[in-house]
Each structure stands twice: as C-alpha cells, then as structure tokens.
C-alpha cells in the first residue's frame, strides 16, 4: 500500500482550499463581508457553497458505513438529511430570511424582544456547532490514519489550522467560494471512484446482487430484525433529520446570505436537487461493502469504508489513484463543514463575548470576530483529541437531535404562531435542550444502557421534540401578558413579500 496518492491529495486539496480563501479576501471589506457576505450571494452560489458545507464527514464517510453495518434502516439518514430542507423550504427559509437578523439568536432577540431568550440561544448554537465539529475532526483523523498511516491526532490539528487561516481571513465571503469548489469536490471524488468499481464489479459476475432478494440477508430488508425498539429507532431518527436541519447554525446562517426571501427559496430548491444527486453515492459504496468488506463491519472500521474500497476492489496502481481521489473528497468535506460551523459559532461567540470585551456592539467588528474563531475552532480539536472514539455518524445524529429540539420548535412557532412569550420560549427551549442533551452525554459517556432506555437514549428525538413544543405552547398561555407589544408587526415583516413592499414605496 503507497501513501503517495493520499499524501498528494491531501496536500493540493488543502492549498487549493487556502488559494480560493485568500482570493476570496479581496471581496471581504466590511464586517458585513465576514457575517453574511453583505447579504448578495445569488441562489445558485449559495446553494453550492451549503451543498458543501452540509455534506460533512458523516455524509462523506458515515451513511457508507452504516449501510455497511446496519443495512437499509440506515438510508434514513440521507433521507432525512435532505428532506429537511424541503421543510426548510415550506416553513422557515423566505420569514428567517425576511427578519434581518444574523445569526439564530439576533431572530430570537428580535421576534421576542428578550435578552434573556437571546443568552440561551447562543449557549445552544455554540454547543450544537462544538458537537458538529467533533465528528469532522475525529473524520480527518481516521482519514488520514487510512490514507497515509499518520496518526490520528494529526488530522484534527491540520483542519483546524486551514479552518482557521480560511475563517479569519475572509469569513462569510470567502468561504462561500471555498465551499462552492468543494461541493464539486466531494460529488466528483465518489462519482468517478465509484463508475469504475461497479465496472470492477460487473466483471466480477455482479457478486452479491442476488441476495438482496433474500429474506435471509436481513440487512436489505428495513426493521429486519428490529421489532418495537427498531420501530421507535426508525421513527426517532426521522423526527431528529426531518426537523434538525432547520437548527443547525451552519445551515440557518448561510439563508441570511441571500438577497431576499424569494432568493432564499430559490435556494433551497437548489439545494435538494444537490442533495438528492450526492446521496446515491454513499450508499453504493455501502452495497458494495457489503459484498467486499464485511470485516470492516465486524472491526469496529466501519467509518472507513469508502477510503479503503478501492484497494480491496480495484488492486494496484489504479486502486491507488481511485483511493487518492476519495481521500482528496473526504478532507474536503472536513474543512467546508467546519468552516461553515466555525463562522457560525464565531458569529455568536463574537456578538454576545468577544464582541463585548472589545466594547463593539451589533456585529462586534472584524478583530472580535477573528478571536471568536480560534475560540470556536480550539475548543472541539481539544475534545477530538481527548475523546477520539465517537463514531462519525453518531455524534452528528446527535446534533440534529439537539437542533430539533431547541430551535425547531423556537422558529416554528416563532414564525407562525402569535402568541408566542419569551418565558414560554425559554423554558421550551430548556426542556428540549436538557433532554437531548441528557442523551448526547449518555451516549458519550462510557456507559451503556439495555432494553427501552438505551434505546430511548440513543434516539431521544421522538420524545424530545413534543416536549418542547408542549412546553413552549403550555408556559406561552399560561403568560398571554408576556406576548411582546410589537408582535404583530414582526408578524408582518416576516410574512410580507419583499415585491409587496416595494409596490408600497
């Protein structure tokens, strides 16, 4: 095995990515620039550049993998990932885009007109961006770990640092650009790999394809073996993805880049489209390792199966090239998740701390902004080194549980819904976040659970996500004298086309 093809792709992918950022910072002036790129990226850009920055190491690296061990209950996971923007699409992206705000907290500020509403609010988006970047750190070090045989520290530091470089230098602006590349990246590093081991394949006889017609092989079958537990599993992970995505703060934040609320539709067409082609990928490479590499599965190696599939399928010079390739797109997706989850934590950090140390308010200027990142980028590195053993796919599950717990209920109720408090949002928020909270330290804990709290556990969204909302609607009546006095014409704001209000001017 030569680590030359790895070596190489790791290198030009990450001096590309630091070319594109540094040409990038000429279009980086304002602090506007670094925040939300002055509100002026066109849909198609803009769909690109989240195509890139969504399409983390789980996509990358996890769905492969779980495929490869679980079977067909794991195709929830891509499904769920990109259904959520279809819900996005119809209920949040146009009213978010709409309320000016820059990051999540600014929305709950503005549509609740509380402090305090905003304080839990940015404890949230910092611990659900620190939860996202964990698994691209951990991905970048088993990456290189397969591709070169570096050890596993080494990736988390080298992500961190491009991370960093690309992020301080041109925020917002300049990654849009580097996300964009990336996407095409990462969509050419599974496509040209995979076209040439389905050939491999087929000249191998086609091994394998009839067993999907077995009752016997069980992985093929949904809730094969998985009765009531299996069931609420299913169920669970559909509530977290369908609904998490409208939570993640690297998604919402790229939504208050566009022009306007119909750009920001139009995004998000975009955006499915995007999705729904790239996820065919991942789950072929788990067929496939099904049939070449079932002992990655027994090993507990699950993770790197679209690293190592071309060297068991295709040996030799050419297995070598089609590793190199893939090895380039998933370091790819490590650095434009990350940046995208580091210029959303720094925003946050930026306008409610560092903002404040350097006595700047609203966007909290370019040298708070700059501290804020190495705060948002330092602090999971650390964690990924201390806790190398989270499984990629996992941890981001997990995020999205948090995410539809907290802030799915806060924007949809938040935009649709009047009679929504500050007192009523808090405590929803709370439960939510204690609840799936409670699950993610269970579940990284060095513990385990059997029968139904283990399981209850392990998906906590089915329960999580009903429970906040029950808690935001009850507290919310319970407090109609808390219903801010300019509701109603946030209410208009939100709901107004912008053609409206130019007919009016």
Known sequence: MSSAPGIIAIVLVTLTTLAIGAWGLRF???????????????????????????????SFLGVAGLVLTFGADMLWYPIGWTAGYLVLLVLVAAPLRRSGAYT???FAEARLGSRAVRAVCSVLVVGIGWLYLLPQFQGAGLTLRSAVGAPVWLGPLIVGLVVLMNVTAGGMRSITFVQAFQYWLKLTALLLPLMVLLVAWAGDGAPGSRVVGEAASGWSVPLADGGGQGLYLTYSLIVATFLGTMGLPH?????????DGRAARRTTLVVLALLGAFYLLPTAYGALGRVYAPELAE???????????????????????????????AFAAFLSTSSGLAIAVSGVLTQDVTGRVYGERRLGGVTAFRLAAVVAVLVPVLVALAIPNVGVARAVGLAFAVAASTFCPLLLLGIWWSRLTDVGAIAGLVVGGLGSGTAVAWTLAPYSASGWAGVLLEQPAAWSVPLAVATMVGVSLLTPGRVPAHTRRVMVRLHTPEAVELDRG
């Open 28 to 58: 980086s002036r304002t602090t506007s620039d670094f925040f939300v790129a002055s509100r002026s990226v066109n849909p198609r850009l803009n769909a690109t550049a989240i195509g890139g920055e969504y399409l983390s190491a789980a």
């Open 104 to 106: 999540l907290p600014d």
């Open 251 to 259: 998604v919402v934040v790229r939504f208050y880049t566009n022009p």
């Open 299 to 329: 090993s507990g190696r699950s993770d790197v199966l679209v690293l190592e599939l071309p060297r068991l399928i295709v040996p030799g010079p050419l297995g070598e090239v089609l590793t190199g390739l893939v090895t380039a797109g």
